[in-house]
Structures are given as structure tokens and as C-alpha cells.
């Protein structure tokens, strides 16, 4: 008999050989019937793996991540077979499990695919799928394995297993179809009952340009019909949704070939959005003790060297700039705490005086390859809402847990009420990765966990996840659509203060090393306003939103009284704005409601009589007649409700 310890720390004892799906039936038939896959001591296993020592199993099902990931990994298999079915000289090369799906990267030679083809490969792979084709993994050598694909001429599978080690190479087999595979698959094809083929695009063998372009096959499946159309009618939204779409629509920002690739433009409104963001972190920051300092958007080349940025990100950075002097050399700015550093290092400081936090909305710059640019997620320059904290080691746990009560109310006031933590620490097995002392890089990991303990946050902790030099916490963010994003980072860094000689006057009169925290609520501004954008639908809290409210004139002659107003609500610090335009006042309304303008005000003969407003709000309902006066403390009452005190 062996021991089997289950998730919830429970042990059940089963015969030698017995596997994950043995384990799951003597727990119950239910649960047996959805398992999918399974984990034993940290490796993923098949359901039918033998299990013949005592270790922690994890059943996962398709309610899990994971077990997700197993079901889009098959069902790329079976993608694959569909593919060889209809085009027998297709070479394969790897087919992997995405966030959303999975694709499978294939040498069509001279043939090309489309759209026209996805109904018949649907097809056969659901035909596979009703088949109840078993996955069985097993293992093979090497010189097999090269022969099995040098018989297939398949240059590509024979580059990925010439780099594997001889008596760690397995292939999957399903119906007539074999893979080169690590494994992790469903019991049999039939768990899968609806699937998709999403697209097709270009890409190059191992994302490398030089390689030979391949045609990547994205695809999805399903346990369910009505799942598959649940997401299909999810992406419809996410495209009424997509922050390019809504961010040309509401006029906030742009892109200029001419100005280059990646590099956004923010239109009048885009600029007057950011800076009330802006103003509104600035805000807190100085109730929270921050200090405001700019840096250069340049610098020597040399800083960043000192800082390790240049090691581990220079192949992402733009080329130096080099000046008329013969050996210098400066960068674009890829990071702002390297020039924070040099600010501390401006004067001494003594234990009193710490901590110190500087605050910058600091914009920096990566050479973000053209095919992975991607609206305002993904750009080559973009503004950091970065803040670095210098303290002494007792004071760490304290402003760490500040940081956090800091980011979970700009999160909060911004309608990102489903979230959770992500704890990102060191992968072990990959120590070249990090850069830093192993006994301060356990310090500050523990240090994470326990304020992650102490303030009660729902937290998962994510191995090799870590910044290079030093451990994290993101908030992990689910917006209304479902989609998980990460906003907000906390990090502890040991490393830059020992490669800055940056020091402090202890008690003892003796100099000590500072520890640095680094944090941004927001990440970038950029990539915060792309995602709030796809969360509201454009549909901003009111008091971030462009224009609060719009005056509607129904003719000329209400003029003077729509000025009237409008000085009115300027008073009350509301942002409003005059459609004088010679329109129906119809139009005015669904022109009003495409700009996603909260409130409309609309002004005639009653209105002016009575010296009153008629109050509209976006969406439809109807507030009737109020004063200005009561439609500002409408407004302020809105307002409170969201902004809560910091």
C-alpha cells in the first residue's frame, strides 16, 4: 500500500500501481467522471499513471486552470490529426495550450489555409472526438524517435528532439495519430463535444525572423455546446469593448505612422483623463508621506549596467545614443529606479530620516517587437506610476503593507473589485535568471508572504515569476468579461542599493544598507487606461469621465439660459459642454450616448421659465426636472459613493 495525500491534507492508502483515477473513484463516481487530469508531487501526470510511491496528488477538472490546460493541449492533438487527415504533407512542430484554447504551428508547404477551411477540420475533429480515442503516453530513445521523423522528413520535430535528453522522451499516441509530447491529456478524445477554429496567422519556427514562417492554427474547445457559445458571444462584447475601438470613438488617443510604431498620441480628452488619474494618485500619495521627483528620460549607459538592466533587458532596449564624444553613450530610459537611486544617493540620510519615498509618473522606453505591439497594452513608450521606498529592515513589513492598502483603493475606486494576489518568487532550478544574495532574496520572499497573510488577501504564489532582482506581489485583477489581468506590482529589492552603495546612518553610528520597495499602482498609464476602457465599456466613474454632463439647447433662443447654466456648473466644479449644434434634439441624445456622457441636460421653454434643468442620464433614464443646485449634489453624491476616503 502507498499514501496518498489529497489537497486538503487528508491521506487515503491505496494499493501499489493504483492510479489518479482509482484515487478519484474511491472518493466518488461524480468526481471521477469530471477528472481530466492530475498532479503527483509537482508533475503532471495522466489519469491512468501508476502511482508507486507515497506523494500529493491534485485531481484537477475542467473548473480548474490546469485543468483546462490539459483539455486545450489534447484537443491540440486532435487539431493535428485533423489537419494530417486533410493535408498528409503537412509537417508538424509544436501545438501548446494557451490562456484561451490552443494553436498548433504547422508547415503547410505551398498550400495555404483560411476561414473556408475551418467548418471541415470542426468537423473532423468532433468526428475523432465521438471516438473515445485513448491518450497513452510512452516512453521511447532517442535514436527512435529521430528515426520516426527523419522517415517523416520532419525537419522541425527532429531539431526540438535532437535537444532532448535520451530516457526523458515520450510520445503520445491517439487512434492512428503519434506526437512528441510530455504528456498531460485528457483520459480519451470524448470529453470534448464543441470546438472552434478561431484563426489563422503567420509565425516564425521558434519566434525567431531568420526561422521559416509557419501557419499558426489557433483553435477552442468545450465540454459543452452551450459553453463554446457563451464564449463566442463573450468575444462579441470584447470587441464592442476593444480600447482601440472605444478609444477612437470618444476621441482619447492615436498612433501616427510618421511618429513611429507603438509610441501613442493622447488626444486633448485622452490628456485631460490622464492627468485627473494622475492628480488623483498624487493626491493620496501625499497623504501617504511620497515625495514627487522627475528624471531625465535618458542615461548614461553605464547607470543601467550598474543597475543590471542592461544585462538582463538590453536586447530589448532601443540601440545606445551615441554622442559626439568618442565613447559615450546613453540609453532611452528603460527603468526609473536606477535614476531614483542616484537621487537617494544625492545626501546622506541617518535611520531618522528614513523611509524616504520618492514618487514619479516617469515614462520609459523597450524596443517591443512591431508583431507584438497591440494598442495601448503593449507599447514602446509608456508612463510608469512608479514610487521607490528607501527603510530600514524593521520598517519593510509596515510600508509593505502600506503599499498594499494603497493598491487596493486606487483598485477600488476604479470599479476592479474582483481581484486577487499573486506572490512571485524565485524558480529555484534557474538561478542565473536573478541577481542578489540568496539569504536576502529568502528574507524578502518570507517578508511578501507574511504581509500577504496579515492583510487577508486571497494569494497564490508563483514560482519564477520574480523580477531579477527581487521578489513581487500583483494584484491580479478579473474585469467584467471575465478576463484575468495583472495591475498593480509590489517588489522588494536587496540588490540595487548594494550595486548603488547606498547607505544610511544607523543608531550605532554606523552606515547600513537601506532596503528598496518599488511599486505601481497603476503599472503603466497606458496599459491602466487600455483595461479600465475594456472594463467600463467607456463608461468611466463620474469622477473621471472627460465631460460629466452635456447642455442640449433646444433652439437658439435658450441660449443665454444654457450660458446660465453652464457658469452654474462650473461653479459646482462640474465638467460640462454646449451642444449648440443645429440638430434635432434626437440626435443630440444618441450622439450624447455614443460619447458615453453620463449625464444629459436638456434646456427649452419650462426649463428656462422655472429655472430649472431636465435632467438625462446615459443609458436611458430618466431624472426629470431639478434645480442646478440639486443636480450638483446628485453629481457630488455619485462621486462620494465611489471615492471613499483614503
Known amino acids: 500500500m502507498i499514501k496518498i495525500t489529497l489537497p486538503d491534507g487528508s491521506i487515503k492508502e491505496t494499493a501499489i500501481n493504483s492510479t489518479p483515477m482509482d484515487v478519484a473513484k474511491s472518493i466518488s463516481e461524480g468526481l471521477a467522471r469530471n477528472v481530466i487530469s492530475a498532479n503527483f508531487n509537482d508533475n503532471i501526470v495522466e489519469t491512468s499513471t501508476k502511482l508507486t510511491e507515497d506523494g500529493s496528488l491534485i485531481l484537477y477538472t475542467w473548473n480548474n486552470d490546469k485543468g483546462k490546460k490539459t483539455f486545450w493541449h489534447s484537443s491540440a492533438h486532435i487539431l493535428a490529426q485533423a489537419i494530417l487527415h486533410f493535408y498528409p504533407k503537412a509537417k508538424l512542430t509544436i501545438g501548446p495550450a494557451i ?26 475533429m468532433l468526428e475523432y472526438a465521438r471516438q473515445k480515442f485513448e491518450f497513452k503516453i510512452r516512453a521511447i530513445s532517442k535514436a527512435d524517435a529521430l528515426a520516426y521523423y527523419k522517415t517523416q522528413n520532419n525537419e522541425f520535430k527532429v531539431e526540438l528532439i535532437e535537444n532532448l535528453t535520451d530516457g526523458e522522451i515520450t510520445f503520445c499516441d491517439h487512434a492512428d ?76 488617443f492615436t498612433f501616427s505612422q510618421k511618429v513611429g510604431q507603438g509610441l501613442p498620441l493622447w488626444l486633448p480628452k485622452g490628456a485631460a483623463l490622464r492627468e485627473r488619474l494622475e492628480q488623483f494618485l498624487k493626491k493620496i500619495q501625499k497623504k501617504a508621506g511620497y515625495e514627487m521627483v522627475m528624471t531625465p528620460h535618458i542615461g548614461q549607459k553605464e547607470l543601467y549596467i550598474t543597475s543590471g538592466h542592461y544585462a538582463k533587458y538590453g536586447e530589448d532596449s ?35 530620516d528614513l523611509p524616504k519615498r520618492f514618487a ?21 513608450g509608456f508612463t510608469q506610476d512608479d514610487a521607490h521606498i528607501f527603510c530600514t529592515p524593521d520598517q519593510v513589513d509596515q510600508e509593505f503593507k502600506n503599499v498594499i492598502d494603497l493598491s487596493l483603493y486606487v483598485l477600488q475606486s476604479l470599479g476592479f473589485d474582483n481581484y486577487t494576489a499573486q506572490v512571485s518568487v524565485r524558480d529555484l532550478e534557474n538561478p542565473d535568471k536573478y541577481i542578489g544574495d540568496i539569504k536576502n532574496w529568502e528574507i524578502a520572499e518570507q517578508a511578501i508572504i ?9 494569494y497564490t504564489i508563483k514560482t519564477g515569476e520574480a523580477a531579477f532582482y527581487g521578489p513581487k506581489l500583483d494584484f491580479m485583477v478579473k474585469d467584467v468579461l471575465g478576463r484575468n489581468w495583472q495591475l498593480g506590482t509590489i517588489q522588494v529589492d536587496y540588490t540595487l542599493p548594494e550595486r548603488f552603495d547606498l547607505t544610511y546612518k544607523g543608531a550605532d553610528n554606523q552606515l547600513h544598507r537601506p532596503i528598496m520597495i518599488h511599486r505601481a499602482p497603476f503599472g503603466s498609464m497606458e496599459r491602466f487606461i487600455a483595461l479600465l476602457l475594456e472594463h467600463t465599456g467607456g463608461n468611466f466613474p463620474l469622477w473621471l469621465t472627460p465631460e460629466q454632463a452635456i447642455l442640449l ?50 434646456i427649452g421653454e ?41
Not at 525572423?209 to 463566442?232: A, C, D, H, M, W
Not at 564624444?325 to 529606479?337: R, T, V
Open 360 to 380: 514619479e509618473f516617469g515614462t520609459v522606453y523597450r524596443y517591443e517587437q512591431s508583431g507584438e505591439l497591440h494598442g495601448l497594452t503593449r507599447v514602446r
Open 99 to 124: 490562456e484561451n484554447g490552443f494553436y498548433y504551428d504547422v508547415d503547410f508547404g505551398d498550400i495555404s489555409i483560411s476561414d473556408n477551411d475551418f467548418k471541415k477540420i470542426e468537423d473532423k
Open 318 to 352: 532601443f540601440l545606445p545614443i551615441h554622442t559626439p564624444k568618442e565613447g559615450e553613450e546613453f540609453l532611452l530610459k528603460p527603468m526609473n529606479c536606477p535614476h531614483h537611486c542616484e537621487i537617494y544617493n544625492n545626501k546622506p540620510y541617518s535611520y531618522k
Open 177 to 252: 495519430f503519434t506526437d512528441l509530447c510530455r504528456g498531460g491529456h485528457l483520459p480519451h478524445t470524448g470529453f470534448i463535444k464543441a470546438v472552434k477554429i478561431m484563426s489563422v496567422a503567420g509565425a516564425y519556427w521558434r519566434g525567431d525572423e531568420n526561422n521559416k514562417q509557419l501557419t499558426r492554427v489557433y483553435g477552442i474547445s468545450f465540454p459543452k455546446q452551450k459553453e463554446l457559445k457563451e464564449y463566442l458571444e463573450l468575444l462579441e462584447e470584447a470587441k464592442k469593448r476593444d480600447h482601440r475601438k472605444l478609444g477612437k470613438e470618444l476621441e482619447l
Open 606 to 646: 419650462q426649463e428656462e421659465n422655472g429655472e430649472v434643468i431636465s435632467v438625462r442620464r446615459h443609458g436611458g433614464e430618466d431624472l426629470g426636472k431639478m434645480t442646478v443646485e440639486k443636480f450638483s449634489s446628485v453629481v457630488a453624491q455619485e462621486i462620494k459613493s465611489t471615492l471613499k476616503q483614503f
Open 450 to 458: 507574511n504581509a500577504a497573510e496579515d492583510k487577508g488577501l486571497n
Open 553 to 602: 439647447p433646444i433652439s437658439d433662443k435658450y441660449k443665454n439660459y444654457t450660458k446660465k447654466v453652464l457658469d452654474l456648473l462650473e461653479n459646482y466644479e462640474i465638467r460640462a459642454l454646449v451642444d449648440d449644434r443645429s440638430e434635432k434634439t434626437g440626435k443630440k441624445i444618441r450622439d450624447a450616448e455614443v460619447g458615453k456622457i453620463p449625464f444629459m441636460i436638456i
